[in-house]
Structure formats: structure tokens, C-alpha cells
């Protein structure tokens, strides 16, 4: 048990923890971050410094109530395909069971993208066997609709090798579009019924200007680098991610959960620490943002800490921007 939480502060100080998916389940708030490792091993683009083995679970009975942590929920040597680098998770609810989707390096160091299940969104999870069939990069995001469709929604850059899938099989030396062609989207896939496999094959969400234009590769602080994230606000759907280069997590807007999307702006300014990634949740007839930084670690990119902050909408649906120090 931990301190109660305050908004921009860490919700927990024993572990260092990144990415966080923040869900209602049963009345309380639960939140599924990674796990990040101390060690002092130089840092890469290719992200090796994020060792994550496991996942911690975290919950709280309201935003300021004590937050407790549950323990390791599930751990790379217990899934059978996994080498190594869990990184960011999210989970879902359907079927009267929890699934958690999760990102690591298969066998051949390539990253896929598993299941685990658990009766109790606390978990310990049960991972499947395999990874979903199809399956490439990180970040899973998975969005289960009023109407019971479920669609995942994952990719990041660099380290998470999007850029090598751009013809559809893993072309190691590949590399990313030029300048002034469109900026690589994020990735969706309807699930099937029983969330563990894709029902067609993934697509890409196209990110478009207020004129339609694609967002191009050159504009780093529009185009998706990593870490999406999909919610509905009277009745439209939002798209958030990160800008990666220039650490910003900005949304989009559309009709349709597959896009495309329209750009509308930032969301949070940069925070202490090179990477950004986000979720967010409404709770209580409010909406939070959960995040992270390295405040506590004094800017250690592999030290992250997650925490959250209120989320406000003006009278026209769009965001107001949010400075993650404004307060301190």
C-alpha cells in the first residue's frame, strides 16, 4: 500500500513504472503500466535501455485514495514465445474476462504483440501459447465499443520497428518514408469475438489536416511516432499518441474507430525524460490523463514514473492543453 495519490505526483516511489493504461473495472480505477528495470546501461534509439521483464498491476478505489500494487501479474519467462522487453501494455474487459495485451521481442528479436487472461483484472494473467497471428510492433491499445467490437490499435517507431512492416513482412534494413511523404499512421485491427485474434488483417490509420492533407514524416510535431490511444467523447472518437523527436502527446478526431483522423493539437507539453505515453479514463464523471516522466529519477529515460492530472474539454470538444509542471 502507498501513499494516497495526488495528481502530477508518482503513484507509486518502490518501483519505477512507464506507460500506463488506466481502466474502469468494477467500480475502481485500474491502471496496467510497464515495469521499468534499474540498471546503468547506456541508452539507444533502438531502445535497448527498457529491459521490462513483467507487469505490475495498480488500482485505486477513487483518484486520491491510497494506490496499491498487486504484484507481478505476468512475466516474460512464463510466455512461451517471448524473449525479452515487455513493453507498454494495455487491458480490456469482454466475455466476463480481463485480457492483457502486451508487446515483446519473439525468439527472432522481432516484436509481436500476446494475450494473457485472468477472471480478476487484478490478474496474475494466463498468457495464450503464442502470439496473435499477424501480430508486429508495440503498443498495444485495444478499444472495446458500445457495440461489442473490439479493435487494437498498436505500432512505434524506431525501437518498435513500424518501419520495417511498411510491405507487410519484416524487412530488417528498412526505413522510414522520405520528408515530404506521408508520416507512417498507427495500425488497427478489429478483434475477434473471443479477443485473440485479428479478424482481417491489420490497417493503417491515416492522420490528416483540417484540409485533408496527410501529415507528413518531416512534421515531427504532428506525426505519430508511438504509444496510441483511442476513447470516445460524445460520440466521436479520439486518437492520442505520442510525437516521439519532439515529446509531445497530441490527438485526432474522427467518426469512424479506424479513421481517418483529423489533427487538432497537443494534449501534454513535453515532460522530463525522453519518451511520453499516456491513456486516458473517465472516472467519476471526470476525465484524467495518466502519464509519465523521470522527475523522480532526474531525467534516467529507463526510470519512469506514472502518475496523472485532470483532463478538460472546451464547449467545442477539442482538448485543453496540458503543462505537466504548471502546477509546480
Known sequence: MEKNSKPNEPLVTHIYTADPSAHVFAGKLYIYPSH??????????????????DYHV?????????????????????????????????????NNTYYLFFPARDKDGIFRIGVATSPNPAGPFTPEENYIPGSFSIDPAVLVDEDSKAYVYFGGLWGGQLEKWQTGTFVPEAEGPAPDAPALGPRVAEL??????????????S??????????????????????????Y????????????????????????????????????PVIGWTTHHSIVEFNDKWYLFYHDCELSDGVNHKRSVKYTELKYNEDGTIQTIDPYGDK
Open 36 to 53: 521499468d528495470l534499474d540498471h546503468d546501461e547506456p541508452s539507444n534509439d533502438n531502445g535497448d535501455q527498457y529491459k521490462m521483464e
Open 58 to 94: 495498480l488500482s485505486m478505489d477513487d483518484v486520491n485514495s491510497p494506490v496499491v500494487d498487486h504484484g507481478e501479474a505476468l512475466h516474460v519467462k512464463d510466455v512461451p514465445w517471448a524473449s525479452k522487453q515487455m513493453w507498454a501494455p494495455d487491458a480490456a474487459y469482454k
Open 192 to 205: 475477434s469475438d473471443d479477443m485473440l485474434t485479428f479478424k482481417s488483417e491489420p490497417k493503417e490509420i
Open 207 to 232: 492522420i490528416v489536416d483540417e484540409d485533408g492533407n496527410p501529415i507528413l514524416a518531416s512534421d515531427e510535431d504532428r506525426r505519430y511516432f508511438e504509444g496510441p490511444w483511442v476513447h470516445k
Open 234 to 269: 460524445n460520440g466521436l472518437y479520439y486518437l492520442s499518441y505520442s510525437t516521439g523527436t519532439t515529446h509531445k502527446i497530441v490527438y485526432a478526431v474522427s467518426e469512424n474507430p479506424q479513421g481517418p483522423f483529423v489533427f487538432k493539437g497537443t494534449i501534454l507539453t
